[in-house]
């Protein structure tokens, strides 16, 4: 990787966990901190993202491994690069640990994951948990779930995360709590706001 950079944040976690929830109250304080902030995820808004969300939608996940590479490619060097250039903070939603966490359902090979992202900076990943029965109450919730939306799977991932954390040293952060708890424990993660 090309260095550490701490206006790159990431959140991570199986479907659930509450990235969505978090990555907008994030960018808010950020933003009433004085940062100029951009908020992006992964799969990316761009034309292949909008193709892998078209897929996963349909169960139609035949070749999607490759997709989510080629969308990293095209999100980072059009929307995340460009951003950290200009003096943005990033708050993203999922990046390369999504690819290792789903990697028995998305078909994405482990070591291309990792040649790719060397070539970019290294944020601050911050995974948030939940008990899978949590996970699987909240997604059950949704109108607009996808095919990875299943008890086998997020029991999977949900372990994949954990044993990245652990490898990595990402913080993990507990979401079944209150969330003005949980948000306090994300900032605490945040250098930049420290
Ligand atoms: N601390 C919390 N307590 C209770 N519900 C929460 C908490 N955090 C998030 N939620 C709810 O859980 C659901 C999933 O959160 P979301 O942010 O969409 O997760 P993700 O983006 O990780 O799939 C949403 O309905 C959200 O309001
Ligand atoms: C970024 C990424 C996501 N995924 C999976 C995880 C999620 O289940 C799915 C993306 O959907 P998700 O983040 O849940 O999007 P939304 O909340 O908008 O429905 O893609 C991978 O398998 N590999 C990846 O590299």
């Known amino acids: 990787m090309v260095g550490a950079s701490s206006r790159f944040i990431v959140l991570e976690g199986p479907d659930g966990a509450g990235k969505t929830t978090y990555v907008k109250l994030l ?3 950020l933003r009433h901190a004085g940062f100029k902030v951009i908020t992006a995820r992964e799969p990316s808004d ?5 193709e892998i969300r ?3 939608k349909t169960g139609d996940t035949d070749g999607i491994g490759e997709m989510f590479l ?10 995340v690069l ?5 003096g943005y903070v990033v708050v ?7 690819s290792i966490a789903y990697r028995r359902f998305n078909h994405t090979p482990p070591e291309k994951v990792y040649a790719q992202i060397r070539k970019y ?7 948030l948990d939940a008990p899978v029965e949590v996970l699987l109450e909240r997604v059950g919730r949704r109108s607009d779930g996808n095919f990875f ?4 799977v997020i029991e999977t991932v949900r372990q994949e995360y954990l044993m990245l954390a652990e490898k990595h040293g990402f913080p993990v952060v507990r979401t079944d709590r209150w969330p003005s708890e949980v948000f306090r424990d994300i900032v605490a993660h945040v250098e930049v706001l420290s």
Not at 70 to 79: A, G, I, L, T, Y
Not at 92 to 97: A, C, E, L, V
Not at 121 to 127: C, D, F, H, K, W
Not at 149 to 152: A, L, M
């Open 27 to 29: 960018a808010q304080k």
């Open 70 to 79: 080629q969308d990293r490619e095209w999100h980072m060097n059009n929307v």
């Open 121 to 127: 900076p290294e944020p601050r990943i911050i995974v």
């Open 149 to 152: 939306d299943k008890r086998e």
């Open 82 to 86: 460009p951003a950290l250039r200009k």
């Open 92 to 98: 993203m939603d999922r990046y390369w640990p999504s």
């Open 54 to 56: 078209r897929r996963l």
């Open 46 to 50: 761009g034309p292949i993202g909008r």
